[in-house]
C-alpha cells in the first residue's frame, strides 16, 4: 500500500475527470488520475467533433490529447488503474484499484458509460470479428465493404456518416421510424447517397460466415416478418449504460444505475463526488462533462479546505 495521502483523486480520464483535474491542480491541489483506459474516454470513439465551444470541427483524438496535456503542464499525476472499489473511512477515501491501493482526502467519480450490448445471438461469439461498437477504432477494416449501424441516435447518425466516407453502403436499422438524432446530422445522413435504411427493424441475429460476420437477420416489427441482410461489418450504437457497479453499495444511484448527485456534483457520501456521463442528468455531451467537472473540483476543493483545517 501506498503511504501517501492525495488531496483528490479522480476515477476516469475523459472530459468530465480532466476539467476536475485541471481546476484541482490550478487551486494547488495534489491530484492523482486514475483510468483502465488512454486518456479520452468517449472522445477517443468519436471521429469528429462539432459542437465543443471554440472548435467548429477537431477529432475526439486531437481534443482528448489537448485537455490532457492540460493535465500534464498542471502537475497532475496519472496513473493506469481500473478502479474496483472506494472505502470511506470518514476523512480519508481509500481507492482499490486492480493493481494499487491509494488514499485521497476526497474522491471524484467520472467514470463515464459504456457501449450497451444487443444481447442477441452471434453478438458477442462475433465481437471483433465483424462486429463492433467502435467505428472510429475498427472502421478501416471495412473500406469497400458493406456494413450495417445499429440505432437512431447521434452516435449511430454521425458514425454511419464517417463510415460513408470510405464503406461501399452503409445500412443503418433502427427499431423505429423517426430518429433521435439532432435534425442537422439527420439530414446529412438522408443526403448521403451511400446510406440506406431498414426502419422499424431490429436486429435478430448476427450469423457466421467463414467465422466471421456475414449477415444479420432483421426482423420488422410492424409485421414480424424476418429477412437476412449481407454484410461484412455491424456497428452497434443502441445507447450506455453507466459505470457505477463497483460503487452501488456506497454511493446512491438511480434506477437505471446512475449516480444520484446535487447541483453541487456531491453524492450521498461527504467527500465523494461526482461529474459527467455517469451521473444522472439530462444531456450528456463533453461540454456538459467538462462543465460538471469544473462544478465537482470547486466544491471538492472546498471540502479539502475544510477538512485540511479540522
Ligand atoms: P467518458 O468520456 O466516458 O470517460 C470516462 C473515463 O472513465 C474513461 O476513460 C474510462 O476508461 C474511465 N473509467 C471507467 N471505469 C473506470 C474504472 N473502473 N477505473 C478507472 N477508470 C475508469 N459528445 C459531444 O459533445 N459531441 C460529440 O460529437 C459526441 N460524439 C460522441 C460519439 C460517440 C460514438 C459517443 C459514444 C459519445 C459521443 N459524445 C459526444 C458524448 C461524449 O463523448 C460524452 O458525453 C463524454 O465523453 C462524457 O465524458 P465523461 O468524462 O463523463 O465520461
Ligand atoms: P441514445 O441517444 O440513447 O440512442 C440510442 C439509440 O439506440 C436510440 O435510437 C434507441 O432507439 C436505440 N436503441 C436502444 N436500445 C435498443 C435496442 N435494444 N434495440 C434497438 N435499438 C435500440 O445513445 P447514443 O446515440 O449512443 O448517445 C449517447 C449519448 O451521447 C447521448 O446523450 C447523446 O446526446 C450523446 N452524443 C452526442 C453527440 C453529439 O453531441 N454530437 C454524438 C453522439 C452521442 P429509440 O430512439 O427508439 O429509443
Given at each position: 500500500m501506498n503511504n501517501q495521502i492525495y488531496d483528490l483523486i479522480i476515477i476516469g480520464a475523459g472530459p468530465a475527470g480532466m476539467t476536475s483535474a485541471i481546476y484541482a491542480a490550478r487551486a494547488g491541489l495534489n491530484v492523482l488520475m486514475l483510468d483502465r483506459g488512454a486518456p479520452g474516454g468517449q472522445m477517443l470513439n468519436t471521429y469528429e467533433i462539432e459542437n465543443y465551444t471554440g472548435f467548429e470541427k477537431i477529432t475526439g483524438q486531437e481534443l482528448s490529447e489537448r485537455m490532457f496535456n492540460h493535465t500534464q503542464t498542471l502537475g497532475v499525476k496519472y496513473r493506469y488503474g481500473d478502479v474496483q472499489s472506494i472505502k470511506d473511512e470518514d476523512k480519508i477515501k481509500v481507492v482499490q484499484t486492480d493493481e494499487a491501493v491509494y488514499k485521497g482526502l476526497a474522491v471524484i467519480i467520472a467514470t463515464g458509460t459504456v457501449n450497451r450490448r444487443l444481447g442477441v445471438p452471434g453478438e458477442d461469439e462475433l465481437a471483433g470479428r465483424g462486429v463492433s461498437w467502435c467505428a472510429v477504432c475498427d472502421g478501416a477494416f471495412f473500406r469497400d465493404r458493406d456494413v450495417v449501424v445499429i440505432g437512431g441516435g447521434n452516435s449511430a447518425l454521425e458514425e454511419s456518416l464517417y463510415l460513408a466516407n470510405f464503406c461501399r453502403k452503409v445500412t443503418i436499422i433502427h427499431r423505429r421510424q423517426s430518429f433521435r438524432a439532432d435534425l442537422i446530422v439527420q439530414e446529412r445522413v438522408k443526403k448521403n447517397p451511400k446510406i440506406g435504411f431498414e426502419l422499424n427493424a431490429v436486429v435478430t441475429r448476427f450469423n457466421k460466415v467463414n467465422n466471421r460476420l456475414g449477415s444479420v437477420t432483421v426482423k420488422n416489427v410492424l409485421t414480424d416478418e424476418e429477412k437476412e441482410l449481407p454484410c461484412d461489418g455491424a456497428f452497434i450504437y443502441v445507447g450506455q449504460d453507466p459505470v457505477t457497479d463497483m460503487f452501488k453499495d456506497l454511493i446512491q444511484l438511480n434506477e437505471q444505475g446512475y449516480i444520484i448527485v446535487n447541483d453541487k456534483q456531491e453524492t450521498n457520501v461527504k467527500g465523494i463526488f461526482a461529474a459527467g456521463d455517469?451521473?444522472?442528468?439530462e444531456l450528456r455531451q463533453i461540454l456538459t462533462a467538462t462543465s460538471d467537472g469544473a462544478i465537482a473540483a470547486q466544491n471538492a476543493i472546498k471540502y479539502i479546505e475544510t477538512i485540511k483545517e479540522q
Open positions: 455517469v451521473c444522472a442528468k
